[in-house]
């Protein structure tokens, strides 16, 4: 079982990321779950969701302690949140950064595995807005090889409509410019 | 043939509701039940549910018109959450007594105050007297299963009772999981359309809901639990014929690992997945820990409990409301006094846990059990997770 940990703002999607990882791992055939950090809601405010992919059926409801995958939507979130909590020995974070890996591990003291792309710049270039969730599943993709980008495509079109093409190409252009660190 | 979808149980539980063919649908939202409510009020608006939803200004209005509603004829629906059945619950008792099968999903929720919008069972323990039918959902699949069985049942001509269908608020509501979602045509041969042995009608004018001078009131209440009594064979029939046509059974009690445990764990609702992970974990490392996990609330399966923990020398009971003070919570005072009555002398430890909203991990069910099986049971309930 693969455990994933989003962490994002109110607003920028960060449980809709959890919702298509799932929906892409159910439409694989896999067992998926995802579910939200239950409360008000509140744009802006930290906010985390959680996802577990797995090929058995999956029989925990508890939040996601100890991540195998960490996503963060969000740059300004690094030195308010310890996004690295918990997560297992071998684990990835992937980071919505315009900085280097040098920069960003001297600034945070992150010691894990890093895959870092500009996901706010390929947001904003490609749907003019500066949300990151469908773009940031590029980057997991890319980082994991956890689902397919073709499982996406259905979940990204229920979900967006006429948009979700923008969508579809800003993920898979975060998938290209995705750097994968060790 | 059924879907397999990946779906937010909620949307799933609103989908069903709409395969059940409602006529009419009176609810007022509140956290964590609103995506059902809310979702019902797209299809009918959309045209996908030819159904009369109206927006009442409060539960208490939502039940009185479910009750209007069904007494005239129509297959009725509503859904609630914790101070909304606090509000609506004057009217239950009578949708019950006029035995009204008005079928409704809980989305289970804590009681204020501290204002609470998280899971645990007080809005559910809280109607435990009410005289509804009640299931509990252990997952997204069930919470379907059981809001389409909750109508074969009320509408039975041997029931005629509403139905409370239970699910655990946000833990379960707000998942999205993998779900067969069944077809119409299928929802249509198990679920023939409803027909009132009485109903209001200008025509063939009738009383419902008369007053009960005290030379009635007993045997109306007599009748009443007798009806309800039965009402468990009808349930148990009902889930058979549903897994006959969907090939999903369900029993009014489920083990788990149980048959030569010496520690059984007893839970309800979607938590008991959880527990089937510690069970799996405490196995492996050698103890003889099974689970029971009550899906039929009410009527109470005496029977079918018993036989399920009879050979058990502990067990752990898990309670997710308050009694305050009570000798244990609601939950096992029921255990408790079936293994009196035959005189079994189980050692019966009572933890409270995932009180509004707090989680309740694989450990913390390892731990109950650790307890279980090396100390003797103290006389009081345990609130486990407490920052002191």
């Known amino acids: 079982m693969v455990e994933i940990r989003f962490h994002g703002r109110g607003g920028q999607g960060a449980v809709t990321s959890a919702e298509l990882t799932a929906l892409a791992a159910i439409e694989e055939g896999k067992y998926g779950q995802a579910f939200p950090s239950f409360g008000p809601e509140r744009r802006g405010a930290p906010v985390m969701a959680f996802v577990r992919v797995s090929d058995e059926p999956i029989r925990t409801r508890e939040k996601v302690y100890e991540p195998n995958i960490v996503v963060v939507l969000d740059p300004t979130l690094l030195t308010i949140v310890n996004v690295e909590a918990g997560l297992r020995e071998g684990g990835v974070v992937v980071l919505n950064t315009s900085k280097s890996e040098a920069e960003v591990r001297k600034e945070t003291g992150i010691k894990a595995r890093l895959a870092l792309v500009d996901a706010s710049h390929i947001a904003m270039d490609t749907m003019r807005v500066p949300i990151t969730n469908t773009t940031m ?46 | 043939m059924s879907k397999r979808v990946g779906m937010e149980v909620s949307i799933a539980v609103g989908e069903a509701v709409g395969l059940c063919n409602v006529d009419v649908v009176a609810a007022y939202p509140i956290t964590p039940q609103t995506h059902i409510v809310e979702h019902l009020s797209e299809m009918v608006a959309d045209g996908h549910l030819d159904a009369e939803f109206i927006p009442v200004e409060s539960e208490h209005s939502a039940m009185s018109c479910c009750i209007g509603s069904t007494a005239a004829g129509a297959r009725t629906y509503t859904s609630t959450s914790a101070q909304g059945y606090a509000l609506m619950s004057e009217i239950c008792y009578i949708a019950s007594g006029l035995r009204l099968p008005i079928v409704m999903n809980v989305v289970n929720r804590a009681l204020s105050a501290p204002i609470s919008i998280w899971n645990d069972h007080s809005d559910m323990m809280m109607s435990r007297d009410t005289g509804w039918i009640q299931t509990i959902a252990e997952n997204g699949q069930e919470a379907v299963d059981l809001t389409i069985h909750a109508y074969k049942v009320a509408e039975d001509p041997r029931v005629l009772l509403p139905f409370q269908v239970n699910m655990d608020g946000f833990i379960l509501s707000h998942m999205i999981e993998p779900i067969y979602m069944p077809e119409r045509s299928e929802v249509d041969a198990y679920l023939p359309p409803y027909k009132p042995v009485i109903r209001l009608d200008p025509q063939k004018p009738v009383t419902f809901g008369p007053v009960g001078m005290p030379d009635v009131y007993t045997e109306a209440k007599m009748a009443q639990d007798v009806a309800f009594k039965n009402s468990k064979a009808v ?14 059974y369900y029993k009014p009690v489920e083990t788990y690992k149980a048959e030569d445990a010496e520690t059984i764990i007893v839970t309800m609702g979607s938590l008991s997945e959880t527990a089937m992970s510690a069970v799996d974990h405490l196995r492996d490392g050698g103890m003889k820990v099974g ?41 096992c005072m029921e255990i408790k006094s079936i293994l009196f009555d035959r005189g079994h002398s189980a050692n019966v430890f009572n933890f409270m846990a995932g009180l509004g909203g707090r989680d309740v991990t694989v450990q913390n069910f390892e731990e109950m059990v650790q307890k279980a099986a090396t100390s003797k049971a103290p006389a009081a309930y345990e609130i486990i997770n407490v920052r002191e």
């Open chain 2, 291 to 331: 689970l029971a996990r009550i899906r039929l609330w009410r009527p109470f399966p005496t029977e079918e409990f018993f036989d399920a923990i009879k050979g058990a020398k502990n067990l752990v009971v898990l309670d997710r409301a308050m009694n305050f003070a009570g000798d244990s919570g609601p939950v």
């Open chain 2, 235 to 248: 349930v148990i029939e009902a889930w058979k014929e549903f897994g006959d046509k969907f090939g999903r």
């Open chain 1, 137 to 182: 599943l590029g980057a997991l993709l890319k980082a994991t090889g956890l689902i397919k980008m073709d499982s996406l495509k259905a979940p990204i079109e229920n979900r967006f409509g006429p948009i979700a093409q923008k969508n579809i190409d800003a993920c898979a252009r975060a998938f290209e410019e995705t750097k994968v660190e060790g």
